[in-house]
Antibody, heavy 123, light 110 residues
């Protein structure tokens, strides 16, 4: 059974940092690209970032570029999102998402989603 | 403002058909496949359609998708109360170099 479990969310002050983790099981982690997608409460889905099976092919949404860093550790079956200089508009549920393909690219499609971790940025 | 445009809501009676449009451009829908996602309140999204018009195991054939030019459409036939959810289209945008979602469409069964 495929499982993606996010952790690391919580309440943080504006301007501070937070690191999200996603532990996966049930599939060969280094055979697939991975992504982070977020959803502000009551709003739609927003793709945040993605990377290919080998940690390359990294892409970011403009809204987080320069502040967030995506990474993965294939030996630990884990995906990460380092979030710096957090803003109130970053408040959202953050989902760890598995791609159906090897690379983060034009043919990416998302077949498994974690349950999400809530990040609240507020003073 | 989403790169992909979806109607905020659609509705129909049980047993009827609804269609959800997803409008984009040549840099996204016009040149890449569109996938569709279903989300019930308080839960994570779920893949509904991928690879043009393929359904993951467990998704009934009442759900289908098509594409024409720079627009895509999700169709739901034999509408059931259990289909009430939010539906999102998504694809890669070649110009932006990022994945993009539509704003989402809420389906209501009257």
């Amino acid at each position: 059974e495929v499982q993606l479990v996010e952790s690391g969310g919580g309440l943080v002050r504006p301007g501070r940092s937070l690191r999200l983790s996603c532990s996966v099981s049930g599939f060969t982690f280094d055979d697939y690209a991975m992504h982070w997608v977020r959803q502000a409460p009551g709003k739609g889905l927003e793709w945040v970032s993605g990377l290919s099976w080998n940690g390359g092919g990294i892409a970011y949404a403009d809204s987080v570029k320069g502040r967030f860093t995506i990474s993965r550790d294939n030996a630990k079956n884990s995906l990460y999102l380092q979030m710096n200089s957090l803003r109130p508009e970053d408040t959202a549920f953050y989902y760890c998402v598995k791609d159906m393909r090897l690379t983060c690219a034009y043919d990416s499609e998302f077949d498994y989603w974690g349950q999400g971790t809530l990040v609240t940025v507020s003073s | 403002q989403s790169v992909l445009t979806q109607p905020p809501s659609v509705s129909a009676a049980p047993g009827q058909k609804v269609t959800i449009s997803c409008s984009g451009s040549s840099s996204n829908i016009g040149n890449n496949d569109v996938s569709w996602y279903q989300q019930f309140p308080g839960t994570a999204p779920k893949l509904l359609i991928h690879d043009k018009n393929k359904r993951p195991s467990g998704i009934p054939d009442r759900f289908s998708a098509s594409k024409s030019g720079t627009s895509a459409t999700l169709g739901i036939t034999g509408l059931q109360t259990g289909d009430e959810a939010d539906y999102y289209c998504g694809t890669w945008d070649n110009s932006l170099g990022v994945w993009v979602f539509g704003g989402g469409t809420k389906v209501t069964v009257l």
